[in-house]
């Protein structure tokens, strides 16, 4: 059984910076993507940042050049590394690893970690 496991995250000021981990526990194999998807109150839930198994990665636009996505493929951990954050950052975060296998993607989600910017 694969559970993705969260940490960090918080109440930070505008302008602080956030780190968030997430550590696949059990054995995962395939993973085709490894990422950051966040929702906010109200709102659905959007994409943030991933990260792919070439390497290649994306971004939000409203993240880009403050978000920084990275990961250690030895721990099968991700983390997301948030500078310069704003209120409108302000959300709940999930992780997602998406494998594939036999041509079926599964995606797995993390227990989520609330964000909070303070003005």
């Known amino acids: 059984q694969v559970q993705l496991v969260q940490s960090g995250g918080g109440l930070v000021q505008s302008g602080g910076s956030l780190r968030l981990s997430c550590a696949a526990s059990?054995?995962?194999?395939?993973?085709?993507?490894m990422g950051w998807y966040r929702q906010a109150p109200g709102k659905q839930r959007e994409s943030v940042a991933r990260?792919?198994?070439?390497?290649?990665?994306n971004y939000a636009d409203a993240v880009k050049g403050r978000f920084t996505i990275s990961r250690d493929n030895a721990k099968n951990t991700v983390y997301l590394q948030m500078n310069s954050l704003r209120p409108e950052d302000t959300a709940v975060y999930y992780c997602?690893?998406?494998?594939?296998?036999?041509?079926?993607?599964?995606?797995?989600w993390g227990q989520g970690t609330q964000v909070t910017v303070s003005s």
């Open positions: 059990g054995r995962i194999f395939s993973i085709y993507s």
């Open positions: 997602n690893f998406k494998t594939i296998s036999e041509g079926t993607m599964r995606d797995y």
């Open positions: 990260i792919f198994s070439t390497g290649s990665t």
